[in-house]
């Protein structure tokens, strides 16, 4: 990892193969697809629950794969590990091979995103929370001059009661 990102990332994190000129003013004009756009999911939850299955899958299917590789080549290891020492060693291993493949997957077939949870989903409500806790603004010359907002979000985001 320290050597790609040290020899092979040119500017802006673009790839440049060892020996190419590095071109600070190249542009590469790629698509980049998410995971469930190469199935055809197209609604936002369906590509929520599809990429927590991937993911899920991929830390199940893993952990079966470290559990019998750790029992067979590490035995003496495994019997003297509890439970939530193998679980932690488990997850910081596969979370670690992650990291490899993900970048295979950009490099390869151009996927930005395994799993994708929309915003509309979570942060929403915490958003308008946050916003709601700001200071109505203060009338002045500007603030009487632009646009009123119209629907009940940009109200809170503008400072309104949001009624």
Do not use: C
Request: hydrophobic content about 45%; charged content about 15%; proline content about 5%.
């Amino acid at each position: 990892m320290i050597i790609i990102g040290t020899f092979i990332r040119g500017p802006g994190w673009q790839w440049f193969w060892p020996g190419q000129t590095w071109d600070h003013n190249r542009l590469i004009y790629e698509v980049n697809r998410d995971l469930p756009d190469i199935f055809g999911i197209t609604s936002n939850m369906a590509k929520a629950l599809f990429g927590a299955v991937v993911v899920g899958g991929y830390y199940l299917l893993g952990g079966f794969l470290v559990y019998s590789l750790f029992r067979r080549y590490m035995g003496k290891d495994f019997k003297r590990m509890s439970l939530l020492q193998f679980g932690i060693t488990q997850f910081l291993l596969l979370s670690m091979v992650a990291l490899p493949l993900k970048m295979a997957l950009r490099l390869l077939w151009h996927i930005k995103y395994v799993w994708i949870t929309p915003g509309s989903m979570f942060e929403k409500r915490r958003w308008s929370l946050v916003v709601s806790r700001w200071p109505t603004p203060t009338v002045s010359a500007q603030n009487m001059n632009r646009e009123r907002p119209t629907t009940k979000d940009q109200r809170l985001i503008f400072g309104g009661s949001g009624a």
